[in-house]
């Protein structure tokens, strides 16, 4: 199935004496057209993201690369950013809570970049990919199995691919039941803009710490405290809410893609392309982060025949440097840039690839009549710059195959005592909890609990 357009014309409502938006229906709707155009102008061109907030955008394959992989010239640290510090970016800008900087590897340069880096990275690697596909399989098994519409039709978005990557994180964190469900709710509150979603995701990864702290175990938690590179709590729970936020997004967005791909295109039908070529295709074509990696200049420079000056924020179309003609290579190819590139690629592209393929081909094996219940040039797109993701996924199926309960043996993971509820200082605002308190109201269980609860039948 080819989305993409030869049209290098300006998009509709598009006027000729304003900036390219990046975000809003027009851009949902289409955004391959944008990326046409402005490949058209060169390999960089300058487009808004929000309004407001303007940004250079590298669409060329080779001059992603180039930026990307230069460190030493484009620097992550975004409190440099000119228009920023001269008061120029509404404080409620929604460009703000991807571009701001945060203490994490991501947004940082040099030796700090040196020391923060590795820690992620050599946690991610000690991951059991085949351990983590066998949780990722449970926890579609369990999802699955949660599918309650008499008619036999779901969102997949809703009830499958976008709480499936937060159960299998929970999983890789080691977080016991209860504290799962927090850190699920405060991540999911924050992306859905519930008030104070950031002080319960603080408090709750904070009480995570003092417990791996305390309790060690065979978790990317435990395993980032140990590293050598000497983490404090805040440093651990930053690069925590760094893999929370950077990861489960993209996954959904790749898982349902994915998905809609196999139901979707004809291709897919005559048996001969598997879950893996879907993946694939989606980290071609449809890149999950699609407009993201902001650098600032730290000196001004010259790109073709344009001059990038120093501090103003450069973005990276993934989306538009993986579909751009002139570097374009074969689908089942490895040189993609959904990972991104240099030092800061994503430290987690195995994990990923893992979670991904094992979600989509769980889904096909218990679902095997699944089909889609509108043509897939009709689903809906988000509009915002960041992520190529639907924003549902309407499916149909009949009866699904026999989900296998599993023992208790292979829970991801045992009930844990909880840790002393302790206050986050800044960046993630968290409030001391009374969870501990005997006075505290039973909670409710959460998603984690009840994955948890399903895994032992109960």
Same mark, same amino acid.
């Given at each position: 199935m080819e989305q993409h357009t030869g049209n290098s014309g300006p998009p509709p409502g598009c006027p000729a004496h304003e900036n390219?938006? /990046?975000?809003?229906?027009?851009?949902?709707? *289409?955004?391959?057209?944008? =990326?046409?155009?402005?490949?058209?102008m060169g390999p960089i061109a300058t487009v808004d993201i929000a309004d407001g907030v303007e940004v250079r955008?590298? +669409? %060329? =394959?080779? !001059?992603?690369?180039?930026?990307?992989?230069?460190?030493?010239?484009? &620097?992550?640290?975004?409190? +440099?950013?000119?228009?920023?510090?001269?008061?120029r970016v509404d404080p409620n800008?929604?460009?703000? @809570?991807?571009?701001?900087?945060? @203490?994490?590897?991501?947004?940082?340069?040099?030796?700090?970049?040196?020391r923060?880096?590795? %820690?992620?990275?050599?946690?991610?690697? /000690?991951?059991?990919?085949?351990?983590?596909?066998?949780?990722?399989?449970? $926890?579609?098994?369990? #999802?699955?199995?949660?599918?309650?519409?008499p008619l036999k039709q779901v969102d997949l978005v809703q009830e499958y691919t976008s709480p499936l990557p937060l159960l299998v994180?929970?999983? #890789?964190?080691?977080?016991?039941?209860?504290?799962?469900?927090? &850190?699920?709710?405060?991540? +999911?509150? &924050?992306?859905?803009?519930?008030?104070?979603?950031?002080?319960? /995701?603080?408090?709750?990864?904070?009480? #995570? $710490?003092?417990?791996?702290?305390?309790?060690?175990?065979d978790d990317v938690t435990s395993r980032l405290l140990a590293h050598q590179a000497g983490l404090t709590d805040e440093e651990a729970c930053n690069q925590l809410v760094t893999m929370l936020s950077g990861g489960t997004a993209p996954l959904t967005a790749a898982i349902s893609t994915g998905i809609?791909?196999? #139901?979707?295109?004809?291709?897919?039908? !005559?048996? *001969?392309?598997?879950?893996?070529?879907? $993946?694939?295709?989606?980290?071609?074509? =449809?890149?999950?982060l699609a407009n993201y990696a902001a650098h600032y200049p730290v000196a001004d420079v010259k790109v073709g025949n344009q001059v990038l000056y120093a501090h103003d924020p450069? /973005? &990276?179309?993934?989306?538009?440097?993986?579909?751009?003609?002139?570097?374009?290579?074969?689908?089942?190819?490895?040189?993609?840039? %959904?990972f991104g590139a240099g030092p800061h690629a994503c430290p987690a592209k195995d994990p990923a690839w893992v979670i991904a393929v094992k979600a989509i081909e769980t889904l096909m094996k218990r679902l095997p009549d699944?089909?889609?219940r509108c043509d897939f040039h009709a689903l809906t797109w988000n509009q915002d710059p960041w992520t190529r993701s639907l924003v549902s996924l309407p499916v149909r199926y009949t009866t699904p195959a026999p989900i296998p309960r599993r023992s208790p043996a292979a829970a991801p993971m045992a009930a844990a005592e909880p840790a002393a509820p302790a206050a986050a200082p800044e960046p993630l605002h968290a409030t001391a909890s009374s969870a501990g308190s005997p006075q505290a109201p039973r909670r409710k269980k959460g998603m984690f609990s009840r994955l948890v609860d399903w895994i032992n039948g109960q």
């Open positions: 390219l938006k /990046l975000y809003g229906p027009a851009f949902g709707a *289409n955004p391959d057209s944008h =990326y046409n155009y402005l490949r058209a955008l590298v +669409t %060329a =394959y080779t !001059t992603a690369l180039e930026v990307l992989k230069n460190s030493n010239l484009f &620097i992550r640290d975004s409190r +440099t950013w000119r228009a920023l510090q001269e008061g800008s929604p460009a703000l @809570p991807m571009m701001a900087w945060r @203490p994490n590897a991501l947004f940082a340069d040099g030796a700090a970049h040196a923060l880096r590795p %820690a992620v990275t050599d946690s991610l690697k /000690l991951v059991d990919e085949q351990l983590l596909g066998r949780q990722a399989e449970q $926890v579609a098994d369990y #999802l699955i199995s949660q599918f309650s519409s994180f929970g999983s #890789l964190f080691g977080c016991p039941p209860e504290l799962g469900d927090r &850190i699920i709710a405060g991540i +999911t509150g &924050i992306f859905t803009g519930v008030p104070d979603a950031d002080v319960m /995701l603080g408090t709750a990864l904070f009480e #995570l $710490v003092a417990l791996k702290r305390r309790q060690p175990g809609a791909l196999m #139901l979707g295109d004809e291709k897919y039908a !005559t048996g *001969n392309y598997s879950a893996r070529d879907a $993946v694939q295709e989606v980290l071609w074509n =449809y890149a999950p450069v /973005l &990276i179309s993934f989306a538009g440097a993986n579909t751009d003609p002139s570097a374009r290579n074969e689908v089942n190819s490895e040189s993609h840039l %959904a699944l089909e889609l």
